[in-house]
């Protein structure tokens, strides 16, 4: 290759050109993304036939779910039409739902109901104010001290034929959702019984999860193992036989159930030196971002982020005529190696909004693609988009629509920060503080 085809090579990798999105149907979304992501993904999974990406299917699904019986349903496993969970998390991880609107949804359910529902926000409202104070200190053991990188004496082989960790697994593959026990067992059996390290778990999930947030992934994973809290969370077959009946009865390892008794790990001490910031802070440290639009000049372009793409994205919104930026960002998605079902989801909540806004799509890196161009923005409260922001030029800057205000409190557990918050509204009774 001649230095000038290589430059320009290299030209058309930093600032390509916009690629139309594909029409809304699936075929289209898959020919799309097979095509504008290869290399970048870490499998060739089919899409989720469960979960479909995009505003229409977010407020379907937040208009069929039913809070009556969330308190005593919200653990059970099995039978799968049985489960209380909500299944939402997929749309609120991408702001096609926010959590003021889902809190809002939920408000003439039972009393008791509403009110463990309402705590699970909370605790998705907590994993973010924390993460945007910490950032990427949450990918070490917060407070105490437990491995985070190593193999796991509980990989495919050791948990071979076990129903449970198997149908798990496979469901986690094929759907790219799997529910809250259901997390905390895989989760309690790569780390506390196969002593492999969490952040190496976190990325498994991470790559799998439709609702994968650096924020509620890692605080999952240091609460199961003991790092946030100091307390150990043990899966054992006793679980199973509760929350999933019939699962044992049929499972090839019955007789030889690896997880018969306790895992046997000492609950981890203190961390020498705990995450930074997670005590008080002075309030520009606390990562809330802008109260008020930080008005720089007149915007040409949205840009989203997968942080935000409803339609009630502020910048979105108070920018209807503008065209709207979306850029997938070779090198992260590179580094990250998504299941291509968790791409797909994405790309068909795009194609739904090419459907109403013009849109442009890039594969690059966001500054070499979006220099020069004044852009509207909500702030993301994550260490990636403020990476990515300074190296932009953002003219109207929206605030991110939380659901309580972030303070400048105490932080390091979810009880700690729940005595500073202000809550929406009345909650009804109060819940055990229980993840
Ligand atoms: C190891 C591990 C990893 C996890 N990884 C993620 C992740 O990457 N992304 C993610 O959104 N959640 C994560 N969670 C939290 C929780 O498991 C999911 O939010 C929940 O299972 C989503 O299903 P749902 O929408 O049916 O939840 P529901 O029970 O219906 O709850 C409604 C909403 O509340 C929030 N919520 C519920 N439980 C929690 C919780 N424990 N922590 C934070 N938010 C919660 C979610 O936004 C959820 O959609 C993880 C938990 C564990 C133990």
Request: hydrophobic share 40%.
């Amino acid at each position: 290759m001649t230095d000038a085809l290589a430059a320009e090579e290299r030209r058309s990798l930093a600032s390509p050109e916009a690629i139309q999105a594909p029409g809304r149907d699936r075929a289209s979304v898959l020919r799309w993304v097979d095509r504008h992501l290869t290399g970048l993904m870490g499998d060739d999974a089919p899409a989720s036939p469960r979960f479909r990406g995009g505003q229409s299917a977010a407020d379907e699904a937040l208009r069929g779910f039913d809070v009556a019986g969330y308190a005593s349903r919200r653990n059970v496993v099995e039978p799968v039409d049985a489960r209380g969970a909500s299944g939402l998390s997929p749309w609120i991880r991408h702001g096609w739902l926010s959590l003021p609107r889902v809190w809002a949804a939920v408000e003439d359910g039972p009393p008791r109901d509403v009110a463990k529902f309402r705590s699970e926000l909370l605790w998705q409202e907590y994993a973010r104010h924390l993460y945007a104070r910490i950032g990427t200190a949450s990918a070490r053991s917060m407070r105490f001290g437990v491995a985070e990188r190593g193999p796991s004496r509980m990989g495919a082989q050791a948990s071979s034929g076990m129903a449970c960790v198997e149908r798990l697994r496979e469901e986690l593959r094929r759907d790219g959702w799997i529910p809250n026990a259901a997390r905390m067992w895989l989760a309690s059996h790569w780390s506390v019984r196969g002593q492999g390290g969490w952040r190496d778990g976190e990325d498994r999930f991470f790559q799998q999860l439709l609702d994968g947030s650096r924020a509620a992934n890692r605080l999952g994973w240091q609460w199961t193992v003991g790092a946030q809290t100091g307390r150990l969370y043990a899966f054992e077959r006793g679980q199973v036989e509760r929350q999933a009946p019939g699962w044992c009865e049929g499972c090839a390892r019955a007789r030889d159930c690896p997880i018969e008794g306790p895992p046997g790990a000492q609950a981890p001490v203190h961390a020498s030196t705990p995450a930074p910031g997670l005590g008080r802070v002075a309030e520009a440290n606390n990562g809330s971002g802008p109260e008020a639009v930080v008005d720089r000049g007149e915007p040409e372009a949205v840009w989203l982020t997968a942080e935000s793409l409803g339609d009630a994205d502020p910048a979105l919104e108070a920018h209807p005529a503008l065209p709207v930026v979306f850029v997938f960002d070779r090198a992260r998605l590179a580094r990250w190696k998504l299941s291509r079902k968790r791409l797909v989801f994405l790309v068909e909540g795009l194609a739904e909004l090419a459907e109403r806004r013009s849109l442009e799509l890039y594969v690059g890196d966001p500054a070499a693609v979006l220099a020069n161009r004044r852009l509207a923005a909500t702030h993301a409260p994550v260490p990636g988009w403020r990476d990515a922001s300074r190296r932009l030029s953002i003219a109207h800057e929206h605030p991110w629509p939380w659901l309580v205000a972030p303070h400048e409190g105490p932080i390091g557990s979810f009880s700690a920060w729940r005595k500073g918050i202000t809550l929406p509204d009345a909650a009804g009774p109060q819940q055990a503080l229980r993840f």
